[in-house]
């Protein structure tokens, strides 16, 4: 199993002007759970790997393949 890049996270999410809130927000449409600005900042700062829900909100909301989180960016 590859491993979630946090950094790539970061990047995409202000490259698309989020905050760690608003991203929040908008992964709770894309979702069957909510997301909090605690969790977001855990899974950029922390490296904690979002669940398979999350990454599929994460890869809808950011318009990125799930593979680009997971292979770093490429």
């Known amino acids: 199993m590859q491993k979630f890049n946090s950094k790539v996270l970061r990047k995409e999410r202000e490259a698309g002007g989020f905050t760690l809130q608003s991203f929040a927000e908008a992964l709770k449409t894309h979702s ?8 977001v900042w855990s899974w950029e700062r922390l490296g904690v790997q979002p669940g398979g ?12 393949p799930i593979e680009y989180f997971l292979t770093g960016g490429k």
């Open 32 to 39: 069957s759970q909510k997301a909090s600005k605690a969790q």
């Open 53 to 64: 829900s999350y990454l599929m909100a994460i890869s809808k909301v950011l318009d990125k």
